[in-house]
C-alpha cells in the first residue's frame, strides 16, 4: 500500500521568498516519488521525480526536492519565488513493480499563492 | 507529438444520461489509467489498465466501466450518470522511468 500526505492545503509567500511544500509518503516498497503542477483549467504537467538515483532532484523552472528515506518525506522547495509559480501542486507516489504497484497515488494538493 | 488526447473536453449532462469519455495516447504505452479529480481530494484513480485487452479497479470505480480494446485506447464510460460524477476526469498513461503523462481533462457536469 502506498500513499501521501501534502501538509497545507494553501500556502502563501511573497515574491522573491523561499518555496517549501511538503510532502510525506508511506510505501511498502522503495518509491517512486513525483512532483506535478497544475495551472487553472489545465492538466497537470510533471515538475521532477524521484527515482532512487541522486537524493536531490532539480526539476523544471528552478523547483528542486530532497528525498530523505529517514523522514520519508519528499518536500518541494525553490529559493525564490514567482508570480508565475502561482497555482497547484501534487506530490504523488508509485511502487517500481507491474500491476497494482505501477499506481500513482496522489496527494491532495497543495495551493501556492504568491504575493507582491 | 500528440501525446495524450482526451475527448470531449466539455460534457453537461443530465441525470441518468449516458457517455463514454475517449482518451487516446499515442507513445505505445502499456499502462493508462483514469482519474477524476475533485476540490480538496486530490486525483483518484477510478481505473486502470496494463495492457490491451486488460482493466482493474482503482479507489472509486462504482458507476464507471472501462474498455482497451486498442492499446492506444483507454474508454471510460457512465451508464447512468449521477450529479455525483460531476469532476474532472484525467486520462494518463504510463511510460519509461514510470512517468505518469496526463491529457488535458474533460470537464463534466451531471444536472
Known amino acids: 500500500a502506498q500513499s501521501v500526505t501534502q501538509l497545507g492545503s494553501h500556502v502563501s509567500v511573497s515574491e522573491g521568498a523561499l518555496v517549501l511544500l511538503r510532502c510525506n509518503y508511506s510505501?511498502?516498497?522503495?518509491?517512486?516519488l513525483f512532483w506535478y503542477v497544475q495551472y487553472p483549467n489545465q492538466g497537470l504537467q510533471l515538475l521532477l521525480k524521484y527515482t532512487s538515483a541522486a537524493t536531490l532532484v532539480k526539476g523544471i523552472n528552478g523547483f528542486e526536492a530532497e528525498f530523505k528515506k529517514s523522514e520519508t518525506s519528499f518536500h518541494l522547495t525553490k529559493p525564490s519565488a514567482h508570480m508565475s509559480d502561482a497555482a497547484e501542486y501534487f506530490c504523488?507516489?508509485?511502487?517500481?513493480?507491474?500491476?497494482?504497484?505501477?499506481?500513482?497515488?496522489f496527494g491532495t494538493g497543495t495551493r501556492l499563492q504568491v504575493t507582491l | 507529438n500528440a501525446g495524450v488526447t482526451q475527448t470531449p473536453k466539455f460534457r453537461v449532462l443530465k441525470t441518468g444520461q449516458s457517455m463514454t469519455l475517449l482518451c487516446a495516447q499515442d507513445?505505445?504505452?502499456?499502462?493508462m489509467y483514469w482519474y477524476r479529480q475533485d476540490p480538496g481530494m486530490g486525483l483518484r484513480l477510478i481505473h486502470y489498465s496494463v495492457g490491451e485487452g486488460t482493466t482493474a479497479k482503482g479507489e472509486v470505480p462504482d458507476g464507471y466501466n472501462v474498455s482497451r480494446l486498442k492499446k492506444q485506447n483507454f474508454l471510460l464510460g457512465l451508464e447512468s450518470a449521477a450529479p455525483s460524477q460531476t469532476s474532472v476526469y484525467f486520462c494518463?498513461?504510463?511510460?519509461?522511468?514510470?512517468?505518469?503523462?496526463f491529457g488535458e481533462g474533460s470537464w463534466l457536469t451531471v444536472v
Open positions: 507513445m505505445n504505452h502499456e499502462y
Open positions: 494518463a498513461s504510463r511510460g519509461y522511468g514510470n512517468t505518469i503523462y
Open positions: 504523488a507516489v508509485s511502487g517500481l513493480g507491474t500491476g497494482t504497484a505501477s499506481k500513482l497515488t
Open positions: 510505501s511498502s516498497v522503495p518509491p517512486y
